[in-house]
């Protein structure tokens, strides 16, 4: 498995309140109906007018029947404005707040369902949040909420391990919470791990995760719960957008400024340095009234109606006609300025960006591109697309997901977002038995590509893995797993890459490690798997572990290396950097011992 270096990248879904807080989109020309706007999640997009019409396959999302739920779909009530997260969504209607999807973040503000989605609780059906005034607006985070009421306060529920709802001493809100410390507020807007507010006179106050300067803070600390003045901004702001590790501002000039992480250029400054503090973004040649942050690039709606975006391109999502370039970053697809969505038929009124793909409404139509593994860009299709086409919306089958075939040679591979695009037919097709895809690091990075991959992946039988950072907390790193790791029945058994000390290695490493472990295997019913390298866990921890099934990485050996404590290896890395057909960039190449069976690496049946 390929080590996380330079900055995490926060891998969450934009997701935001429609069309973004304080700007709002122009009334579709021609019509007497209400305002339309769009709403985009990790996988799932909603419009929202007359009546609120969703497509993308989400199974926490989909209403009705989740399973069989492939195509568009209708909420059952109307709304005024949707907000999606990474596993649930909300809606506000008349003042009053409703919720479906995932709770086991406590997403649906305090509701206990007794449903299950993937072994996790959940709700299909709405779900009434209680204990709020009236609302006039909601922004929703992947795996927290906020709530603008109508006197300007603002209210959170969900997750708080980073102090994202304002009090990391509980990681999870037990129902809506006021937060304290803002004066009245006139827009709200939230990302994965942290939530920003702005003031009717332009100001903007952050709480929650600090780290690669994403809180607009110049600040060593881990977490500020307390809402804090995010300063340098040029004028006053409009609205604040949010993404995986940045965040932009509207301001009321029409400019924008970005803060926080930039390995892909998505602060559009034209660099790729990370930066604390605002900075304008470059390439804009119009005034911008329209503002959406993705996972790690943003788009833009001028004045004169373009559509512009800059950041990461890897899945196609600046629609720019290709997955290559228009510039290489770190290694990566990336635009470090803002460029111009070509093809788009007319003005756009609206844009909004979900996890690696992004919307526009055009006059009655809606136009998209990018990702689409979930049939989230609404064309009847599965496959990414780099340019931008207009969403049919259309009743259409689920994709077609043959079941692996057994076990063959036991011949597997491990990839992250290191790894770039895969083609999983061609993958498939190389007698290639299983694959490992990285799902988080630490307790505040999930891997822009696990959706993408995940969901393909099912051509081969597939697992998740989780990045153990030493110096993080156990807990919450197995808790933020879980969070963004559905897996069930069947599905490979979760893996524990421990490989690095970081730069503040702790003392007690192998409590540490049980901690995570002991969680883990509470939630999924089975011991997750120990990847390492030989030489680290002998220097770093003991035996005792005999009881967990054993990833070796080691190169240019006959065999591995067994650390003290295991008898032999299951699985193991016997090659680094390998390029195969089908995958972008290289890729590691693993066996499994001679005799296993697939039976033996499942999540077995609860």
């Not at 970005?258 to 660099?271: A, V, Y």
């Not at 559509?307 to 970053?329: I, K, M, R, Y």
């Not at 089958?397 to 790894?419: E, I």
């Not at 680094?576 to 011992?593: F, P, Q, T, W, Y």
Request: aromatic letters at 8%; a negative charge.
């Amino acid at each position: 498995m390929r080590s996380l270096k330079g900055p995490l990248i926060v891998v969450i879904v934009a997701a935001t309140a429609a069309c973004g807080p304080g700007t709002g989109s122009s009334p579709v020309s021609g019509t007497k109906h209400r305002e339309v706007r769009l709403a985009a999640g990790e996988q799932t997009v909603c419009r929202i007018g007359d009546n609120v019409e969703c497509w993308g396959e989400n199974p926490f999302l989909n209403l009705g029947d989740p399973v069989s739920s492939a195509a568009s779909f209708s909420l059952a009530q109307p709304a005024d404005l949707v907000a999606i997260g990474d596993h649930h969504a909300c809606l506000v209607h008349d003042g009053a707040v409703a919720c479906w999807g995932s709770n086991l973040m406590g997403q649906l503000g305090g509701f206990e369902p007794v449903d299950t989605c993937i072994d996790r609780p959940c709700s299909h059906e709405m779900v009434a949040v209680e204990g709020l005034p009236r609302v006039r607006t909601l922004a929703a985070g992947a795996f927290h909420t906020l709530a603008l009421d109508e006197n300007g306060s603002v209210w959170c529920w969900g997750a708080d391990a980073l102090g994202q709802c304002g009090d990391p001493v509980q990681s999870v809100t037990d129902g809506p919470r006021r937060i304290d410390g803002l004066p009245k507020i006139a827009a709200i807007a939230a990302g994965g791990l942290q939530s920003f507010a702005v003031t009717g006179d332009g100001s903007v106050y952050g709480w929650g995760a600090v780290d690669h300067g994403r809180l607009g803070v110049d600040s060593d600390a881990t977490l500020i719960a307390q809402p804090t003045l995010v300063e340098g901004m040029s004028g006053p702001t409009t609205s604040v957008e949010v993404g995986s590790a940045h965040a932009c501002a509207l301001l009321v000039d029409g400019t924008v400024e970005c803060w926080g992480d930039n390995r892909f250029g998505q602060l559009g400054d034209g660099t790729t340095d990370p930066r604390p503090r605002p900075a304008p973004v470059t390439g804009i040649e119009d005034r911008v009234v329209e503002l959406s942050a993705g996972d790690a690039f943003t788009c833009a709606v001028t004045a004169g109606g373009s559509v512009v975006c800059w950041g990461w391109n890897d899945s196609g999502q600046l629609g720019q006609g290709a997955f290559d370039g228009p510039t290489e970053q770190n290694n990566f697809s990336a635009a470090v300025s803002a460029v111009e969505v070509p093809g788009l038929p007319g003005p756009a009124t609206s844009v909004s960006t979900g996890s690696g793909f992004a919307c526009a409404l055009i006059g009655d139509a809606i136009w998209c591109w990018g990702r689409n593994e979930a049939g989230q860009l609404g064309d009847s299709g599965f496959d990414d697309r780099a340019t931008a086409a207009p969403a049919v919306l259309s009743p259409r089958q689920a994709a077609n997901l043959l079941p692996p075939p057994p076990f063959a040679d036991g011949r597997g591979v491990d990839l992250s977002y290191h790894t770039g695009r895969v083609d999983w037919d061609t993958v498939a097709a190389q007698q290639l038995d299983f694959a490992y895809t990285l799902s988080t690091a630490g307790v505040d990075f999930h891997d822009p590509f696990y959706d993408s991959h995940w969901r393909r992946m099912a051509r081969v039988h597939r697992g998740a893995y989780h990045f153990f950072v030493a110096h993080d907390d156990p807990a919450e790193q197995a808790r933020w797993f879980i969070a963004n790791t559905p897996l069930a029945a069947g599905d490979l058994v979760p893996v524990v890459d421990i490989e690095t000390l970081g730069d503040d290695p702790p003392d007690d490493l192998d409590d540490r490690l049980r901690i995570f472990t002991g969680i883990v295997e509470e939630h999924y019913g089975v011991k997750p798997i120990i990847y390492t390298g030989p030489k680290f866990w002998i220097d770093n921890l003991g035996d005792g572990w005999g009881d967990h099934l054993l990833w070796i990485a080691e190169y240019e050996v006959e065999a591995p290396t067994v650390p003290t404590g295991w008898n032999t290896w299951t699985l193991w890395q016997d090659r680094g950097n390998a390029e195969i057909d089908g995958v972008e960039r290289v890729v590691d190449l693993n066996r499994a011992a001679s005799g296993s069976e697939i039976s033996s690496l499942t999540i077995p049946a609860h």
